[in-house]
């Protein structure tokens, strides 16, 4: 039969290379807008909870957590006391580090039409980021609702700094597929 409903499975069927090119347009974007922000100090003072508690990149700070969470910036605002700690405590020069890197995986994910091999070893560089960045989900007490008289608290309850990490089960897959992708199609011009 040829109906309506099979031609609709069919279509999306041969949408894959599209689905690719999208999945892949996706991860630069937003590799290189994440990146290209922690320019920005306000995003540099959003990740110090994460980068703090982490036992992989808590050295890169320097104060030992918690003493940030008495310096926190809110997002947007300007408390000059905070600005200064902050830049003692090296966080912006990390913040600027960081997006560098993640700037530099996005552009090697983008490479992928003429150097494929260098798109994979980016895409294998993002897995890797975004297990570090999952890991924080364990690390950040921040990645939860906390106790503040609610009995809504704590696991399994993603605070706002939780949802923004767990959506990197989204990225983990993303870059996964454009590995695989851009792997496969490295090999395909290497037997050529």
Request: glycine content about 8%; cysteine-free; aromatic content about 14%.
């Given at each position: 039969m040829n109906t309506l409903t099979d031609k609709a499975f069919t279509l999306a069927a041969n949408s894959r290379g599209?689905?690719?090119?999208?999945?892949?347009?996706g991860l630069i974007v937003v590799l290189v807008w994440i990146g290209a922000l922690k320019i920005y100090k306000y995003e540099?003072?959003?990740?110090?909870?994460?980068?703090?508690?982490?036992?992989?990149?808590?050295?890169?700070?320097?104060?030992?957590?918690?003493?940030?969470?008495?310096?926190?910036?809110?997002e947007g605002a300007l408390v000059p006391a905070n600005r200064a700690w902050h830049e003692a405590n090296h966080t912006y020069t990390f913040a600027l580090g960081l997006g560098a890197v993640i700037v530099l995986y996005g552009l090697m994910i983008a490479l992928n039409p003429w150097?494929?091999?260098?798109?994979?070893?980016?895409s294998a560089l993002v897995v890797i980021m975004s297990l570090t960045t999952l890991s924080f989900l364990v690390t950040t007490p921040e990645s939860w609702v906390p106790n503040l008289?609610?009995?809504?608290?704590?696991?399994?309850l993603l605070s706002g700094r939780g949802r923004l990490v767990v959506k990197d089960?989204?990225?983990?897959?993303?870059?996964?597929?454009?590995?695989?992708?851009s792997?496969?199609?490295?090999?395909?011009?290497r037997e050529r």
């Open positions: 599209l689905g690719f090119s999208l999945t892949r347009f540099a003072d959003g990740i110090v909870p994460f980068v703090a508690n982490s036992p992989v990149m808590s050295f890169f700070y320097k104060h030992p957590a918690p003493e940030y969470t008495k310096h926190m910036n809110p150097l494929p091999q260098v798109a994979a070893v980016g008289g609610n009995t809504e608290h704590g696991f399994p089960f989204i990225m983990l897959g993303a870059a996964w597929v454009t590995m695989a992708d792997a496969a199609t490295y090999l395909r011009k």
